[in-house]
């Protein structure tokens, strides 16, 4: 039944991925990241608690949204740069440096989520007597303010979101 399976995937999904995948490289705006899991049986492996899952998904005003998984045993920039071959556009990704050695064709833009979350742990460590009026609270507050325009904002086309 397993082999049923695999031939299945590599029959019927396969070619699904793919045609997905030429589709999602040809979009202006993709959003990435990737994240640790623990495989429990590879061939030749132990254990690992250090394997990766990266996810790639079209912008919110995408014709057709997508989301892609693509598993790697590592975190090297090469992943993000084979899978992103003949990509040009905006790439919404976190702070990992591997993202800015990507082709020029491709700019890297920073994910205001993960921006918020540092200054909240900068607010988070400073005793309560001093955590008025800092630049990480100002931080916060920036943050949430454009969140709030943000969300008034959805729906609505790029170029009157622009505006």
């Known amino acids: 039944m397993s082999n049923w ?12 991925y793919n045609e997905m995948h030429h589709r999602l490289v040809q979009e202006k705006v993709l959003h990435v990241d990737e994240t640790t899991l623990q495989v429990l049986k590879e061939p030749r492996k132990t254990a690992q608690p250090k394997r990766y899952m990266w996810l790639y998904r079209t912008g919110s005003c995408a014709e057709q949204p997508m989301v892609l998984y693509e598993y790697r045993p590592d975190r090297k920039a090469s ?3 084979n899978f992103l071959n003949g ?6 990704a976190d702070g990992y440096p591997g993202y ?23 607010v988070k460590s400073l005793p309560k007597q001093n955590q008025t009026n800092t630049a990480a609270l100002q931080g916060q507050a920036y943050c949430s303010k454009l969140f709030s325009i ?3 904002l959805q729906g609505l086309p790029p170029e009157e979101r622009y505006t």
């Open 5 to 16: 399976i695999l031939r299945a995937a590599d029959d019927w999904l396969i070619p699904i």
């Open 79 to 81: 992943n993000a740069a």
């Open 87 to 92: 990509f040009s556009g905006w790439l919404h």
């Open 100 to 122: 800015h050695s990507l082709p020029d064709n491709v700019r890297v833009v920073g994910c205001w989520a993960h921006l918020r979350r540092k200054f909240d742990e900068a």
């Open 150 to 152: 943000e969300k008034e």
